[in-house]
């Protein structure tokens, strides 16, 4: 009798067929992997030796795994190798708008590009990593606008597409803007709320934001623009000035629409002040992009009538420049840089991110 050895630990068993089984998948054209229950009674192992073996593959980068869609097959892909750039060299970049690295995550989820996250501490090092990881297409992550100059002779010197996703105070002119860059700035942002309201005729308008978000600067010029001037006390930039101030302003009957932005925090001190007072059934309310805390505040603050709703497309940027650079590394399409505009939205809407598949 031949002796077969000693049997491999279960993981190491279910690993290989799942191997196996990734790649008849590939080969078949599908590149998702089925229910971890369905392979368990497959391969005879148990769910928490599968979810073993598929944690390994997916740090060796041969699946990825998306939340509440499944374990997708990166070899399918391995030709469309994607680099994600944080250019000031620190994960923390990716704090500043999540919504647009999730635009970014979606579409390169979807395309099945294998993703690389890159640190740079200088710009200078890019044309060697990419070179060093295979890199094909590059994302350059919300850089500092003083890299702009450089990051825009890298993209000139280097064989590979790059697009560059922005968010700016300043008011971006897409003629004006250096090559690949996607962006929406925040003056412009400030401009289209105030803009929307004074259409409605509204002239009497309290501003409830921060001071340096830019947004500020953005409303002021439209009411500039439409012959008003701004009201100096009608400028409510921290949150302890709105419970201070703003009953006050109301009070003397004069306000007819309220822009608030800038956070939960500052909605809810709005809210408190609003929730059954008799001018939220006249006024009108109109509130930026506050994502996942919408809903709970509706339902804690009933009494608040919210007249419109107003986001910033930080998620169409981070998608737009992901789809031009994937098209661009496949296709070979020219990549053209792009300005975004805010758009004003009813009071049901719901907030982009959370239609993100991620």
Known sequence: MLKTGKKPPAHIYARQQLLNRMAALSTSGVNSLPPERE?????????????????????????????????????????????????????????REPCVLGGIIDVLTRRNCFVRIIQLSKPKEASDVFNQYKIDGCIWYLPHALLF???????????????????????????????????????????????????????????????????????????NNAGLVPNPDWILPTIDEIPERLPGILDTGKVTAIISEGGLARFESVFRILNGHPWSKKGELLVDFIGGGFAELRKNYPGVNISAVNSYPARDVGRAAAEALVDAVKDGVPIRSMQFSSQINGPEWTPYYERISL
């Open 39 to 95: 392979l368990c009674a497959e391969f005879g192992v148990s769910l928490n030796t599968v979810k073993k073996a598929i944690r390994q593959l997916t740090i060796e980068g041969r699946l990825a795994s998306v939340a509440r869609k499944g374990h997708f097959i990166r070899a399918v892909a391995a030709e469309t190798n994607i680099g994600i750039v944080i250019g000031e060299g620190s994960i923390s970049t990716f704090l």
């Open 149 to 223: 100059p450089k990051i825009s002779k890298i993209i000139e010197s280097c064989k590979i597409p790059i697009v560059v996703p922005f968010m700016t105070y300043t008011p971006a002119d897409v003629a004006k803007l250096p090559p690949n860059h996607f962006t929406n700035d925040f003056v412009s942002t400030g401009r289209v709320r105030a803009e929307y309201l004074i259409s409605r005729g509204h002239r009497n308008i309290v501003h409830c934001a921060g001071s340096n978000s830019g947004t500020g600067e953005g409303f002021a010029a439209a009411l």
